[in-house]
């Protein structure tokens, strides 16, 4: 007897960055899924984008899209553009896959996990998608070389925006731009799925080439930040990335083991393609695995991991890994660090609301247990 055909699934998506870029070709890429519709706040940029895609409407609003009767939605927008977008999803029993950060405040990102609270949602943290990172963490559980003792990251790139100094909410800090939600969200997620729930975060960020193309009265965002987190086990993390770095693109984990050490870098230009991963014993016996080749954006294989996932909840009904709850936890890191690294005040988190302490040395240290 053959297994009963799902039914199709009707998805749209908002965003026509990474949202054309990775979101539309991984859904057209699974079978029973209907994409009916992209979605931006220009209906003329969405009508064009979908008639490129081969998608059947261009909507000038996540209303519009939602209206459509939708079993789910993608979303790929600007933090101060997801907040709403994410609650006219939920208030309409609509499953929301999210892209990072889960809007620009821990209080409103705890609101929104807490009105997703038994729907299913997913939270796009796109390197633990990988086979890299899946390795790595599968050594760390295993502890096949001990404990590990402390984690070293440099994250060191020049955005597009930087780059050009070109003004946008990337480099705005008031629509909640800035590389602490570019890439420190992913290191604050990462951080925790590979050690478990961080005990304290301190660090320190500038603002040197931001600030110098701001538009007068606009605040530029952060785009160079040291970042220290602490754990219970003992372990340590610090960081220090940054996306106003000429002539440098360099992503490389440096995992300190007790008998031995791996290192994950990034050793090409897609910027999940390339990495790679060695491990060494203290005998010098080495283990490396690559990433998988793509054929196109390296990006799109890795998503597609989470898409699946997430459409057999949609399906099933059943709860998704990482989930909204997740994104309101990193926009909780994401606040205790601001408080050490941006404002100079160090902050105790509870729950999703944090309270201000006094600084330690000119750097604020963050208990958030």
């Known amino acids: ?133 899946a390795q790595l963490k599968q050594l760390i559980d295993s502890q096949s070389l001990g404990k590990v003792r402390h984690v070293d990251v440099l994250w060191l790139v020049e955005s597009w925006a930087n780059k050009h100094r070109k003004w946008s909410w990337k480099t705005d800090a008031d629509r909640g731009g800035g590389v602490i939600v570019l890439l420190g969200a992913h290191l604050l997620y990462l951080a925790e799925w590979l050690l478990g729930r961080a005990t304290t975060v301190s660090g320190y960020a500038c603002e040197p080439v931001a600030s110098a193309f701001a538009p007068a009265g606009a605040r530029a965002a952060e785009d160079l930040v040291n970042l220290q987190m602490g754990f219970n086990d003992g372990a340590c993390f610090s960081a220090t990335f940054g996306n106003a770095n000429p002539g440098i693109a360099v992503h490389r984990w440096t995992v300190v083991f007790e008998r031995g050490t791996a290192v994950l870098e990034n050793i090409g230009a897609d910027y999940v393609a390339g990495l790679t991963l060695t491990v060494r014993d203290r005998s010098g016996e080495r283990m490396l695995v690559r990433e998988p080749p793509a054929s196109g954006d390296g990006r799109v294989p890795a998503f597609c991991r989470l898409l699946r996932r997430f459409l057999d909840g949609v399906r099933s009904g059943k709860p998704v890994s990482p989930d909204l709850s997740a994104g309101a936890r990193v926009q909780e890191l994401d606040a205790a660090l601001r408080a050490s690294a941006v404002d100079g005040v160090a902050a105790m988190v509870e729950g999703s609301r944090w309270s201000p302490m006094s600084p330690l040395s000119g750097r604020g240290r963050a208990s958030v247990e």
């Open 1 to 133: 007897m053959t297994q009963a055909r799902k039914r199709r699934l009707r998805v749209g998506v908002a965003g026509l960055g990474f949202g054309s870029a990775v979101h539309v070709p991984a859904l057209l890429a699974q079978p029973e899924v209907d994409v009916l519709a992209i979605a931006s706040r220009s209906t003329g940029r969405a009508v064009e984008t979908a008639e490129k895609l081969g998608i059947e409407h261009g909507c000038g609003s996540i209303d519009e899209l939602l209206d459509l009767d939708l079993d789910a939605v993608t979303l790929a927008l600007p933090p101060d553009q997801t907040e709403p977008a994410v609650r006219a999803a939920l208030r309409k029993g609509v499953a929301v896959l999210c892209e990072k950060p889960l809007g620009t405040d821990a209080a409103a990102a705890g609101e929104l996990a807490a009105l997703a609270d038994g729907q299913v949602t997913a939270m796009d943290f796109i390197f633990r998608e990988t086979e890299t990172f």
